[in-house]
């Protein structure tokens, strides 16, 4: 069994500059949508701001895990590093991946929570996920600690077939941990937007925010089938199933920021001048269109009109359906408050 073999579990699928490359990409992306999360929440409260705090966490665990996914693939055909420091390399970023994948997820049940938190099934519901996705996670990074700790070890080729193994069937639960987790939060929201008494453009418009979600399971389905084809013994795609937890952890970091992004963009963007120049530059080719179809020339004009309606709370975008609701909150903006008034039935 060579070094390579034992450790990144067969031979090299893919180049690691090309899966440096992408995992470089995909981290700046993100950075870029974490950026902009920040910028549009800077005026919250400090209290406001424990999902953005973990998007960072996220952030920096994901740059960690890219650089000790790098590392190892380097010295992994280095006939000159030891196994053992080898070893000691990836059971270290083992632990480091195990907290991105999970602060990665983190913040989009946090945000369904600050949301529909009013909603006792789905708070219990993102709190439960919280929970038991950390529980499963750490369980399975201790289990692979347990069998790859070289420490005090004698580093033999029962060692290795032991930590191997271990390391399989650890990231195997942890992939369809994922898969499942990532299918919760896509699923989450989708009964009480069903029931938003929305008009059936913007309903789908707000479905879209929160669906976006459907890439990061494909991500997680696509690693998990690396990881099952691995405990079943093949030696394909090892560098590819590391690609594909990136792509898992980044895409989950963009989508919790997502709402954010769209938050800023009614407050901040389509309200500048700079845009009111723009849209007014294009509103004369459009004026015979809107005509047609019986749209006013100022309702054409209006840049903000598929924010129109949309209450802004906790710099969040939070539609109401009743102009009382948002009059009857407790007085500290919480949007759960707002939030009950969608609608008068129980979901």
């Not at 910028?39 to 705090?53: E, F, V």
Request: charged share 15%.
């Amino acid at each position: 069994m060579s070094t390579s073999d034992s450790v990144l579990g067969g031979p090299r699928d893919i180049s690691n500059k090309s899966f440096l490359v992408a995992s470089v990409v995909l981290t700046i992306i993100a950075s870029l949508f974490v950026a902009i999360r920040l910028a549009a929440n800077w005026k919250l409260p400090l209290s406001k701001h424990i999902d953005d705090c973990l998007s960072l966490i996220a952030l920096a665990f994901v740059a960690g895990t890219v650089a000790g996914y790098d590392e190892i693939n380097r010295k992994a055909t280095d006939p000159t590093i030891p196994l053992q420091s080898l070893i000691q390399l990836s059971h270290a970023t083992n632990w480091v991946g195990v907290i991105a994948m999970w602060s990665s997820k983190a913040p989009i049940l946090i945000l369904y929570i600050t949301l529909f938190g009013i909603r006792k099934w789905l708070r219990t519901a993102s709190y439960a996920t919280l929970l038991v996705t950390g529980v499963i996670f750490l369980t399975m990074a201790s289990y692979t600690t347990a069998n790859c700790d070289p420490r005090g070890q004698l580093v033999d080729l029962s060692f290795i077939l032991s930590c191997s193994n271990a390391s399989k069937r650890s990231g195997f639960t942890l992939g369809i941990t994922s898969v499942i987790a990532d299918g919760t939060i896509f699923v989450l929201p989708l009964p009480i937007i069903a029931r938003l008494k929305l008009p059936t453009r913007k309903k789908m418009g707000l479905g879209i925010v929160f669906l976006t979600g459907v890439v990061t399971i494909a991500a997680s389905t696509v690693s998990a089938n690396f990881k099952w084809k691995s405990l079943q013994g093949s030696s394909d795609g090892a560098i590819g199933a590391m690609l594909c937890t990136i792509i898992e952890c980044t895409t989950a970091i963009m989508v919790g920021c997502v709402p954010a992004m769209y938050s800023l963009w009614c407050q901040s963007i389509i309200i500048s001048s700079v845009y009111s120049r723009l849209a007014s530059a294009f509103s004369q080719r459009s004026m015979g269109i809107s005509e047609t179809s019986g749209v006013s020339r100022n309702e054409s004009r209006q840049p903000g009109v598929l924010c129109d309606g949309l209450v802004h709370t906790n710099n969040y975008p939070v539609q109401v359906s009743k102009p009382w609701a948002v009059e009857h909150s407790d007085g500290a903006g919480e949007p759960g408050v707002a939030l009950a008034n969608w609608d008068q039935g129980s979901y």
